[in-house]
């Protein structure tokens, strides 16, 4: 049995920078089972089983100890635990997989460009409407958090599990938090982000789970794939404090 389990995405662009990644340092992704199978191994790193999973249940497992370490997107940590970097903790960021969680109003709010504007604007839409602005989201934690430090609280969330950037021209919502790499979904839609609606700088990146079961095994194992890696001294020192 494997002292330490690691999981990385199963499929995509995230999958192969995450191959690309591990292969920099000497490392193989062998999968057992060929394409379909959601098992592997790293060549050259003893102890290690690998995990194939989406990117959010990555997140979830690191967050619930279901595994010690794993590739996801911050953006998935910060939305699925209650206390980001509390449960999970980011010892690498990868330089792929970057997108940006964001704030975007339509075009035609020409007096709405900061989120002091927006709480301006949310309670003279209440007060015209006699309801709260709606909000389309996948990201309703990181949502809730900023919009509290920014003392923004005439809003109602509605989840999307689509296409969010449509949702304020469909009527579903009036303004949306979704995520973003170019912003040029969100101009083809005729929205803007506002000037300090960036809520969340995301990337993949290697992390690790506190309430995983740390044995000694394990705790050696990552100390030496933290070393062929790479990584800097913020790894090392936290595999000391596991």
Not at 164 to 173: K, L, R
Request: proline share 3%.
């Amino acid at each position: 049995m494997s002292a330490l389990t690691l999981a990385i995405p199963s499929k995509g662009r995230l999958k192969e920078k995450s191959e690309s990644f591990f292969a920099a340092a000497g490392y193989t992704l062998v999968q057992d089972g060929g394409e379909r199978g959601y098992r592997a191994r790293l060549e050259g790193a003893d102890g290690v089983s690998v995990l194939l999973l989406p990117a959010r249940d990555i997140a979830q497992g690191l967050i619930d100890g279901a595994f010690h370490a794993g590739i996801t997107g911050e953006d998935l940590l910060h939305e699925q635990a209650e206390t980001p970097g509390r449960q999970a903790v980011v010892i690498k960021r990868l330089g792929f997989g970057g997108a940006d969680v964001v704030v975007a109003v339509p075009n035609c709010w020409l007096d709405v460009s900061t989120l002091t504007d927006l709480d301006a604007a949310g309670a003279l839409f209440r007060q015209t409407h006699g309801r709260r602005l709606r909000v389309a989201t996948k990201y309703m934690r990181i949502t809730r958090r900023h919009f509290a430090k920014a003392s923004f609280g005439e809003y109602r969330l509605v989840y999307s599990a689509g296409a969010t950037e449509a949702a304020p021209a469909s009527g579903a919502a009036d303004m949306i938090v979704d995520i973003t790499s170019t912003g040029a979904t969100l101009a083809a839609n005729n929205l803007k982000i506002l000037d300090d609606g960036v809520l969340l700088k995301s990337q993949a990146s290697l992390t690790v789970s506190r309430p995983a079961d740390w044995t000694q095994p394990a705790r050696t194992a990552l100390g030496d794939l933290c070393k062929n890696l790479r990584l800097d001294h913020g790894a090392d020192a936290f595999v000391a404090k596991l």
